[in-house]
């Protein structure tokens, strides 16, 4: 019954903002790490960004930092990823996931327990 929804993806012009939402539900939201990846076409699922249960410690892949954040609000069950400053390279479907551990490796690599379906980010030239 563990739900993951990402939403906000959308067609946006390069250099331009968006942000992604993921709202969790039948889970206690607040002791799960979440993650953001991605994945476009031709190409593996990658990471984008994780967060801890608390929010004190995350991880952003150097393709993003300084340009993607991840945040949460543990009292929405809902995990954010801030992007600016697109580029072409970003197109891909955002997905979210959910991991009890925090440690590094696993917030960037895997495995994680659950996943959403996928939003989709198109980033225009």
């Known amino acids: 019954q563990v739900q993951l929804v990402e939403s906000g993806g959308r067609l946006v012009q390069a250099g331009g903002p968006l942000r992604l939402s993921c709202a969790a539900s039948?889970?206690?939201?607040?002791?799960?790490?979440m993650g953001w990846f991605r994945q476009s076409p031709g190409k593996e699922r990658e990471f984008v960004a994780a967060?801890?249960?608390?929010?004190?410690?995350?991880f952003h892949a150097d393709s993003v930092k300084g340009r993607f954040t991840i945040s949460r609000d543990n009292a929405k069950n809902t995990v954010y990823l801030q992007m600016n400053s697109l580029k072409p390279e970003d197109t891909a479907v955002y997905y979210c996931?959910?991991?009890?551990?925090?440690?590094?490796?696993?917030?960037?690599?895997?495995?994680?327990?659950?996943w959403g379906q996928g939003t989709q980010v198109t980033v225009s030239s």
């Open positions: 039948g889970l206690t939201f607040s002791t799960y790490s």
């Open positions: 996931a959910a991991t009890k551990p925090f440690t590094r490796t696993i917030l960037t690599k895997g495995p994680y327990d659950y």
């Open positions: 967060i801890s249960w608390s929010g004190s410690i995350t």
